[in-house]
């Protein structure tokens, strides 16, 4: 794109600029893209920033055949390199205009009503950040959900630490990126950008974000398809890279101490990194993998018991926060397993979930 026809589309306000992450995704991005365009909001209130993470299939040809149809409405932007989700994500945010923020991934859709619904819960409200539900959805076309009753809105106000407290502990947003509208001045203001050249990275922002927000809410309605694939980065089996999850976690314990937090919410953010730090890392390591590996556990044990190792006398779990089932895995950081006894567990964890 020649630069005076990007200064020109970026001088064109929008209301949203919606951007999305695209890395070999030839198969879905028409299905996501048709969702976009077509929002009951209007196609002239949207920007779409679609940044091509060096895809190796047809991808970068597929987005530039959408914005010849639309060029009024698209950026697409190259990578110089591969640097996963987060990179494309802060890439896009250099080039967005519009006063809100939409993440979507470009394997998942969203329902025509997405934005109208999600921008209509603004209205007046000041929020940072609006929420609305999805459903995990495994259908190789595009459908849409069966309209619901009109929804419920939950709002969190947060003016103090004390009130921030149980929103670290139990964070109502969750953690993605997608399935959200996000004041991009709330982003840039907080420097709430995202962790690059790893995956799980949605897991850091979302930490993160927890600890800045002032006002926002949750659509009690499903608006977003989250696509179930096998071959998906998170779910794809016997990969490194899902070593990433502890890798995250490392990233977002030390934006804790650079920030502060570690010092005001001491006890809250060690409950927070058992939930969003040990658990998950440790379900990738034995649902991840074909043998559950043994060596990640040790990697984790290590790193977590700097940080989480005083679990016991935390006021949340003597109160009784954590279940008896998590009580058993945290059990492991306790006293180091062998690898008879971490895959005897595995097998639980496999029974039971996690």
Not at 145 to 149: L, P, Q, Y
Not at 283 to 301: G, T
Not at 321 to 337: G, K, M, P, R, V
């Given at each position: 794109m020649e630069l005076n026809e990007l200064i020109e589309k970026m001088d064109c306000k929008k209301s949203i600029s919606v951007i999305l992450p695209c890395y070999n995704v030839e198969a879905w991005i028409d299905r996501c893209l048709e969702s976009i365009v077509n929002q009951t909001i209007g196609l002239e209130?949207?920007?779409i920033i679609c940044v091509d993470d060096c895809s190796k299939d047809n991808t970068l040809n597929k987005l530039t055949e959408w914005e010849k149809r639309y060029p009024e409405n698209f950026i697409i932007v190259e990578s110089p390199q591969n640097g996963r989700q987060g990179q494309a994500r802060n890439i896009g945010l250099s080039y967005a205009s519009a006063e809100w923020i939409g993440f979507i991934d470009s394997d998942d859709w969203v329902e025509l009503d997405y934005f109208e619904k999600m921008l209509n819960a603004a209205n007046g409200k000041d929020y940072d950040i609006i929420c609305c539900g999805n459903r995990r959805d495994p259908s190789k076309e595009l459908t849409y959900?069966?309209?619901?009753?009109a929804s419920e809105i939950k709002e969190y106000i947060v003016s103090s630490d004390e009130e921030r407290k149980p929103y670290i502990v139990h964070p109502p947003l969750l953690?993605?990126?997608w399935g959200?509208?996000?004041k991009k001045e709330f982003i840039i203001s907080n420097d709430l950008f995202f962790p690059t050249n790893i995956t799980y990275e949605d897991a850091a922002w979302g930490s993160l974000v927890h600890l800045y927000f002032k006002k926002a809410c949750v659509l009690d309605e499903q608006l977003y398809?989250?696509?179930?694939?096998?071959?998906?980065?998170?779910?794809?089996?016997?990969s490194n890279h899902h070593l990433d999850c502890i890798t995250a976690q490392t990233y977002v314990w030390r934006e804790y101490a650079n920030r502060g937090f570690l010092d005001r919410f001491p006890d809250e953010l060690q409950m927070e990194h058992i939930f969003s730090g040990y658990l998950p890392a440790l379900?990738?390591?034995?649902?991840?993998?074909?043998?559950?590996?043994?060596?990640?556990?040790?990697?984790?044990?290590e790193l977590m018991l700097d940080r989480i190792s005083g679990y016991k006398d935390n006021p949340y779990v003597k109160q009784g926060?954590?279940?008896?089932?998590?009580?058993?895995?945290?059990?492991?950081?306790?006293?180091?397993?062998n690898k008879e006894q971490f895959l005897e567990l595995a097998e639980n964890v496999k029974k039971i979930g996690l």
């Open positions: 209130d949207l920007e959900f069966e309209k619901e009753d953690y993605n990126a959200k509208l996000i398809h989250y696509f179930v694939n096998d071959e998906s980065t998170i779910l794809k089996k016997n379900k990738a390591c034995i649902l991840r993998y074909e043998v559950p590996d043994y060596n990640i556990y040790l990697l984790l044990r926060y954590l279940s008896e089932y998590y009580l058993i895995l945290l059990s492991a950081l306790d006293t180091q397993l």
